[in-house]
T-cell receptor, first 111, second 114 residues
Framework: GQQLNQSPQSMFIQEGEDVSMNCTSSSIFNTWLWYKQDPGEGPVLLIALYKAGELTSNGRLTAQFGITRKDSFLNISASIPSDVGIYFCAGPNSGNTPLVFGKGTRLSVIA | DAGVIQSPRHEVTEMGQEVTLRCKPISGHNSLFWYRQTMMRGLELLIYFNNNVPIDDSGMPEDRFSAKMPNASFSTLKIQPSEPRDSAVYFC????????????FGPGTRLTVT
């Protein structure tokens, strides 16, 4: 089945720095979703992307649907301590089927 | 608006005991998903329902696992008998049926089997 590869697996950054992470697939996806999981909680939907080339923002977060439809990027500007968590990308496997999730990028912010 | 509700939030049980996890999806959502999350395997889909009907249970690890959805507002995941390797966080998620892909997750149940 389709797989999503996220990089980096983990990252440590200083508060105030910008963050970039990405998600790639060997197959074309028609929708990309980005979730954040806080420690001890369930994943929360951050941004949904539906169209190749689309750029969508949610506060300090910006996500892009890659033009090849095989990748997506998430950027966080001016990181703060509450950005700590695991960021997952996800997309529909094919047709009307459930989501495939990446393994996540674990973000740590050093104050 | 209430999100997905799961209970209990934490469960500690002894090997061999029956465990029942509960989920109430978001009102109006008619697709429901059960996931298991571990450090080693990440987030795994166990089973999902559309309109209370199980559609795909290929992710259920063994016959010890079973799930039901008796009505649109309630689902259970049962493990009988439980084993230490079942220790994980179990999430329930729901979404609107049809073309929308966005799933909304509950807070999870952390299961520890000793």
């Amino acid at each position: 089945g389709q797989q999503l590869n996220q990089s980096p697996q983990s990252m440590f950054i200083q508060e105030g720095e910008d963050v970039s992470m990405n998600c790639t697939s060997s197959s074309i996806f028609n929708t990309w979703l980005w979730y954040k999981q806080d420690p001890g909680e369930g994943p929360v939907l951050l941004i949904a992307l539906y169209k190749a080339g689309e750029l969508t923002s949610n506060g300090r977060l910006t996500a892009q649907f890659g033009i090849t439809r095989k990748d997506s990027f998430l950027n966080i500007s001016a990181s703060i301590p509450s950005d700590v968590g695991i960021y997952f990308c996800a997309g529909p496997n094919s047709g009307n089927t459930p989501l495939v999730f990446g393994k996540g990028t674990r973000l740590s912010v050093i104050a | 608006d209430a999100g997905v509700i799961q209970s209990p939030r934490h469960e500690v049980t002894e090997m061999g005991q029956e465990v029942t996890l509960r989920c109430k999806p978001i009102s109006g959502h008619n697709s429901l998903f059960w996931y298991r999350q571990t450090m080693m395997r990440g987030l795994e889909l166990l089973i999902y329902f559309n309109n209370n009907v199980p559609i795909d249970d290929s992710g259920m690890p063994e016959d010890r696992f079973s799930a039901k959805m008796p009505n649109a507002s309630f689902s259970t995941l049962k493990i009988q008998p439980s084993e230490p390797r079942d220790s994980a966080v179990y999430f329930c998620a729901s979404k609107i049926s049809g073309g929308a892909y966005e799933q909304y997750f509950g807070p999870g149940t952390r299961l520890t089997v000793t």
